[in-house]
């Protein structure tokens, strides 16, 4: 492992931003397999996708202001659309929109003197050789035997470490990279998958040559730099062999990681900075969760509680 970066153990505090798609559908990220979408059913959101509103520069400021010095992007989640010009597939927003989201970010991470962060998913429903498991859309159809007839993980493998050798070559410094994730439990009588699946240790390879101050998570099923408790917080410091770990408590504001357009069921400011205290206090970062609605603007939700955060910290430097 690298050691913590002296960058990120002062950080403390990050933004993640969780934006594609299912963005535009306004009723989770999950949303795919939540309603067992085909991917007919799902081309309205690539053929719609305009984010009129995506300004990186604001999300930057937005950032700032609310006392963060990281921010982490989905470069591509689970439905598999690539947030920047690709050229390993058709399915990104260079060809829906004629933007790549992710230079747009990085660039205006870069100027506001934020570090550098990526997220990327192992999982890719959209990919014709990612085999059909438990997360995935099509579990439950009626000729779901026959579904992994031709489906190669191998030639998967290939694609996702191609992905991830572009976001690691084509945009400068990188700071952080969160894969996301590994599951290895059957379930509804499907196979999970395991670090083998995503051949966890060339990609983390790939990582230390590409970006060798960068740090990784630990959602390859292997260990990375930091471990990631997912909506809950630790109690006490997390420790192995006698010596603290680093960590990072990821979060939402209302539950939902993008944009769910009903959901009113929003942490208040109050708790959300006590569970900032407490997760420093613990040894941990916090990363908080914005979801931009299909246009690609901030929600003004979670945008009055950035604000509120950000007093706050303004008041306790
Ligand atoms: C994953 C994603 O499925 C989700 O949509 C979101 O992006 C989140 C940040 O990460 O969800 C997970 C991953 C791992 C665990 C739980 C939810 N886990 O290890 O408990």
Known sequence: AVSAPDWFTAARFGMFVHFG??????????VQTNEKLTDADYRQYFDNFDPDLFDAAEIARTAKQAGMSYVVLTTKHHEGFALWNTA?????????????????????L????????LYHSLIDWHHPDFTVDWVHPRRDDENAASLNEGRDMAR???????????????????????????????????????AADWDAEGLLALCRELQPGMIVNDRLGIPG???????????????????????????????????????????????????LADSVSMGGNMLLNVGPNGRGALDKRDTALLAEIGEWMRLHE
């Open 110 to 117: 870069r100027a506001a003197g934020l570090k550098v962060g």
């Open 225 to 275: 730099d930091f471990v990631t408790p997912e909506q809950y917080q630790p109690t006490e410091p997390l420790v192995a062999d006698g010596v603290p770990v680093l960590w990072e408590a990821c979060q939402t504001t209302n539950g939902s990681w993008g944009y769910d357009r009903d959901n009113d069921n929003h942490k208040s400011a109050d708790l959300l900075i006590r569970m």
């Open 156 to 194: 998967y493998r290939e694609f996702l470490l191609g992905q991830v050798r572009e976001l690691l070559t084509d945009y400068g410094q990188v700071d952080y990279l969160f894969f996301d994730y590994t599951y290895p439990e059957a379930k509804q009588g499907w196979a999970g998958k395991s």
């Open 21 to 30: 798609l299912y963005s535009g559908a306004a009723r989770h990220e999950w």
């Open 88 to 108: 390993l597939s058709d399915f990104n927003s260079a060809a829906a929109c004629g933007r790549d989201l992710v230079r747009e970010l990085v660039d205006a």
